[in-house]
């Protein structure tokens, strides 16, 4: 178990370019998350998938924003035309998925992608 | 997801106990309480979680009060390594939701 990856760690952009983060979960699991944190804030939620279906989208996760899992293992999140706004620590989560029990379900978090929009 | 209340902070002394208070008075019957920490410049660690019973693992202690209208993290022997934010979340047994409501969390500082 190599616990969640992210990739880059950081990254400083400027506003109006479009960025791209990776994250690898955990092998076995099939849930995928991603959370965006802002500082002094808990994390929130943008979107999460069960293998490689979308099924959930945040009223956060704008238009500028997309995000896949092609093969039901690494996903990107893809954010265009970047605003200062979107500067953040961008969150990745997997877990086992617990067959319609959420309530016991854990979530394993990647160290985070630290976004600077200049 | 029912509403959880936390201390915006709190601080303890090294190598003592640390009770960490949440309440939710609104909880239903089928939310589990699950307690995740976030370590300075990293992602949340889930710590642990119960329904109804106390709850003991490696890591720390979950007492539920037993109208489950409030719950206490217990840190058995607080390290300079527990200071962290400490977020109290309410989680539906069934269902399709997957994501983790997050709120502010208290931040706990261990002094040496």
């Known amino acids: 178990d190599t616990g969640v990856s992210q990739d880059p760690r950081h990254k400083i952009t400027k506003r109006g370019q479009n960025v791209t983060f990776r994250c690898d979960p955990i092998?076995?699991?099939?849930?995928l998350y991603w959370y965006r944190q802002t500082l002094g804030q808990g994390p929130e939620f943008l979107t999460y998938?069960?293998?490689?279906?979308?099924?959930?989208k945040s009223r956060l996760l704008s238009d500028r924003f997309s995000a896949e899992r092609p093969k039901g293992s690494f996903s990107t999140l893809e954010i265009q035309r970047t605003e200062q706004g979107d500067s953040a620590m961008y969150l990745c989560?997997?877990?086992?998925?617990?067959?319609?029990?959420?309530?016991?379900?854990?979530?394993?978090f990647g160290p985070g992608t630290r976004l600077t929009v200049l | 997801d029912a509403k959880t209340t936390q201390p915006n902070s709190m601080e303890s002394n090294e190598e003592e106990p640390v009770h960490l208070p949440c309440n939710h008075s609104?909880?239903?019957?089928?939310?589990?309480i699950h307690w995740y920490r976030q370590l300075p410049s990293q992602g949340p660690e889930y710590v642990i979680h119960?329904?109804?019973s106390n709850v003991n693992n490696r890591m720390a202690s979950l007492a539920i009060a037993e109208d489950r209208k409030s719950s206490t993290l217990i840190l058995h022997r607080a390290t300079l390594r527990d200071a962290a934010v400490y977020y109290c979340?309410?989680?539906?047994?069934?269902?399709?939701?997957?994501?983790?409501?997050f709120g502010k969390g208290t931040k706990l500082s261990v002094k040496p």
């Open positions: 119960g329904l109804t």
């Open positions: 979340i309410l989680r539906l047994y069934g269902g399709s939701q997957g994501n983790l409501i």
């Open positions: 989560a997997s877990s086992r998925g617990t067959s319609g029990r959420p309530g016991e379900d854990t979530q394993y």
């Open positions: 998938f069960q293998n490689e279906a979308q099924l959930e």
């Open positions: 609104t909880i239903s019957g089928t939310d589990y």
């Open positions: 092998s076995e699991h099939n849930r």
